[in-house]
């Protein structure tokens, strides 16, 4: 009894991982190529994982269990490197933004100095515009 619910929730887990396998090729767009690198991988390793025991419980063999054993040891490993990335990623388009406001408000003020040099009249040019 215990073995056929073992069988289910192993072929259920593979099954879920090949179908968020398709749907993550759908979602390029969303995080950058290394997150996307991890998160393949870790994908990948575990669909070995469960194939492996798939294929243990159900008698077929069991000769993917030494290697599935090895590789399962990245999977945290992957998901630490997954997470630095993404904070890695994050933290870029941050300053990215940061600095591109503060580009804008420079070049603003640059602006408004020049058109304060052409014109003696400065208010014209303060908030209260006409």
Known sequence: MSTTIIQIFDSL???AVILSLLFWSRWKGIFSKNTRFFFIAI????LFH??????EWHGISSKLDQAEDNLEILIPLFWGFLLYSYF????????KRAYESTLIGWTRALELKDKLKNNPNPSRFTSGQK
């Not at 994908?43 to 575990?46: C, K, R, V």
């Not at 469960?50 to 294929?55: R, Y």
């Not at 890695?88 to 388009?93: H, K, M, R, T, V």
């Open 88 to 95: 890695q990623d994050s933290s870029f388009l941050n300053l």
């Open 13 to 15: 887990a593979l099954l």
């Open 50 to 55: 469960h194939f492996s025991n798939v294929l």
């Open 43 to 46: 994908l990948l390793l575990t």
